[in-house]
């Protein structure tokens, strides 16, 4: 078995501080500090967010949907379910499920089936 040498950019840079010890070459913080090992965000209120947005995107409408309580794996799996049930395509940005197009109304009660609260915000 042959080891492969990794350069410096293969690590992401910086490997070891001479302040900090060992650092994770994904999140660039100490070792026991990483935060690329903890894929779970802070909870929020318990409420599940469903709205509209225009912002940045040339006039086309986005649903995002917000506060989902699932892990990246599971929200990942849970937007491909919306996506399919939409008929349009989307993507998971930090946590956020974007919809293409205008799809609240049916997006709502297919997040209350699963049991969470629901709320429609925005206008």
Request: proline content about 4%; hydrophobic content about 30%.
């Amino acid at each position: 078995m042959t080891m492969k040498k990794q350069s410096l950019k293969d690590l992401g840079g910086l490997v070891y501080s001479t302040d900090q010890g060992r650092m994770c070459p994904g999140c660039r913080q100490p070792t026991d500090q990483c935060q690329c090992k903890n894929d779970e965000r802070p909870a929020g209120d318990g409420v599940v967010r469903v709205s509209r947005e225009t912002k940045g995107r040339k006039g086309k409408g986005v649903t995002l949907v917000t506060g989902i309580p699932l892990g990246d794996a599971e929200l990942k799996a849970f937007a491909k379910v919306m996506k399919a049930r939409c008929g349009t395509g989307g993507t998971v940005k930090d946590g956020v499920v974007e919809i293409q197009g205008d799809q609240r109304d049916v997006l709502v009660p297919l997040l209350q089936a699963e049991g969470w609260v629901v709320k429609r915000a925005g206008g």
